[in-house]
């Protein structure tokens, strides 16, 4: 019964968490012990979860980074140091990508910053828009990776697994994803015709880290803090929402409180 419900409602396209909930139901209804109290019961305990809040918390952290000024300060810190070789917008997008990464946790919002920021200045240095934006997409790919990951979160909870660990063991293959769409990146524009933005001076190029600084630290906090025990994962979601919206409130003034309320629902619709 509980099988052929389920395939029954795989098979029109019901998304698997609705199809167990049915099938679980009609086997309960076939051994006349269906009870409402339970089925309510075990929904709530399945959601009830203390880790699965890294998730949501980290989306928010991705939202007022890209709202904020964050995402957009470390984006410039990249474009200051690899900007001006021969493709460099591209190398841009991948460092960048991997900070991000450190940040949010989430695939969806690194991806979201880098194509609005880097996108049309890609295309207008000469670059192919398909290929520009295959690149983006492609560098999205180490959200889930570097920590801290939503999918690394996800994947402890249900598995059992530390959070901490995987986090952990997820920076050495994060960066080389990274080093891979590098080689990548290089070996499709090596015979392009690029405009390449001018090489940054010394000083330029400290303003840019002086003025992404409060950005790039946050990814050594989280990490040295998961590293030492000073807090959970989900709490360390909680620490990047709030010293995130710190910043781009107080220290970048690019976030009013005023826009809060729609950031917040953004985050909570993603």
């Known amino acids: 019964i509980f099988v052929g419900a389920l395939l029954g409602t795989m098979a029109i396209g019901m998304p698997i968490a609705y199809a167990l909930l049915i099938s679980g139901i009609a086997l309960m209804i076939y051994m006349d012990m269906f009870d409402a109290q339970i089925v309510a019961q075990n929904i709530i305990n399945g959601a009830d979860s203390f880790p699965l809040l890294a998730v949501p918390f980290f989306m928010l952290a991705g939202e007022i980074m890209n709202t904020g000024g964050l995402s957009k300060r470390i984006v410039n810190v990249a474009l200051a140091l690899v900007g001006h070789v021969k493709g460099g917008l591209g190398y841009v997008a991948i460092l960048a990508a991997c900070i991000l990464s450190a940040l949010s946790g989430s695939a969806v919002a690194d991806a979201a910053a880098l194509s609005a920021l880097l996108v049309p200045m890609m295309v207008q240095a000469g670059h192919n828009k398909a290929l520009s934006g295959g690149l983006i997409a492609a560098s999205g790919v180490i959200g889930p990776v570097i920590p801290p990951s939503i999918g690394f979160v996800i994947f402890g909870v249900v598995g059992g697994v530390s959070i901490t660990k995987l986090f952990l063991a997820g920076l ?30 010394a000083g330029e190029v400290g303003r840019a880290l002086r003025d992404g600084v409060w950005a790039l630290v946050l990814p050594f906090i989280i990490i040295f803090g998961l590293k030492f025990g000073v807090f959970t994962p989900t709490e360390a979601a909680v620490v990047a929402a709030v010293y995130s919206l710190i910043i781009a409130v107080f220290v970048y003034r690019e976030l009013k409180l005023s826009e809060l309320y729609a950031v917040f629902v953004t985050s909570a619709k993603t």
Do not use: D, H, N
């Open 172 to 201: 050495v293959p994060g960066i080389l994803i990274g080093l891979g769409l590098a080689f990548a990146w290089w070996w499709e524009v090596r015979k392009e015709t690029i405009v390449s933005p001018p090489k940054k001076s």
